[in-house]
């Protein structure tokens, strides 16, 4: 019986290198990996200085509203303390000395005018600049004048008189026909009397800077004209007379 051959078992080769590891194309992140650089986060100056100017803002806020509430305090302890009150004005008396027209539209005017300054207040003083007075009808000045300074006294009534006058006061031929037609009228001529000046309160030693003030004095009326014998006499009996403060801020006046 023959003896069966069997071939003999081939000894196993390695594979390549390259079938085990074949080669592929490189990614862009392989290829930029060496040369971009690494990515560091740049301060935020921009962020900064915006926070530093909220910071500032906030704070000039607060210290402005912090000076309003301490000139609020302070004004209602004054107020309480010394009940301040406005000087009244009213007209005593008025009388007209000259009121004439000329052809060319021309006017001459005298009056003779008695005003009350009173002052209710028991700590206050008031301190006047001279006062500045003209004698308005129907917006159309007709007569000016000056009442000079004085001091206002504590409880204090003033009798004020002033000359007030015109001399030659160029009108218009329309301003003209309407002061002889209200002249002629049964109700009269409306007068008005404004004064303007400046004051100075002085309280426990201490004087406040100047104040403006205005007076207007309403509801005048004159029915009869001046004759060389006798003025004519003014009507006040409804004469009322309003304060008002005016204060200046840069070109406007309040």
């Excluded at 005017?109 to 002052?119: D, E, K, Q, Y």
């Excluded at 003030?213 to 006798?230: D, M, Q, Y």
Aim: proline share 6%; glycine share 4%.
């Amino acid at each position: 019986m023959a003896d069966r051959v069997y071939p003999t078992a081939k000894p196993a080769t390695s594979a390549p290198a390259t079938a085990a590891n074949p080669a592929f194309p490189a990614t862009k992140a392989q290829l930029y990996s060496n040369t971009r650089p690494a990515y560091r986060p740049q301060p935020h100056h921009r962020r900064r200085s915006r926070s530093r100017c909220c910071s500032c803002c906030l704070w000039i806020i607060f210290l402005i509203l912090l000076q309003l509430v301490i000139v609020a305090a302070l004004g209602a302890a004054f107020y309480v303390f010394y009940r301040p009150h406005r000087p009244s004005f009213s007209v005593t008396s008025l009388k007209v000395q000259t009121l004439n027209f000329t052809t060319n539209s021309h006017l001459t005017s005298s009056f003779n005018l008695n005003i009350t300054a009173r002052n209710r207040n028991k700590k206050l003083v008031f301190i006047y600049n001279p006062m500045a007075i003209s004698i308005f009808s129907n917006d159309v000045d007709i007569g000016d004048g000056i009442i000079p300074s004085f001091v206002h006294g504590k409880k204090n009534t003033t009798l004020l008189k002033t000359k007030i006058a015109s001399s030659g006061k160029e009108l218009q031929s329309s301003e003209v026909s309407t002061l002889k037609a209200d002249i002629k009228s049964k109700s009269g001529l409306p007068l008005k009397v404004r004064l303007d000046t400046k004051v100075r309160v002085k309280v426990l030693g201490l004087k406040t800077p100047r104040i403006g003030i205005r007076v207007n004095c309403e509801g005048i009326k004159v029915t009869s004209l001046p004759t060389a014998k006798a003025p004519a006499t003014a009507s006040t009996s409804n004469a009322k007379c309003k304060v008002d403060v005016r204060v200046k801020i840069w070109k406007w006046t309040l």
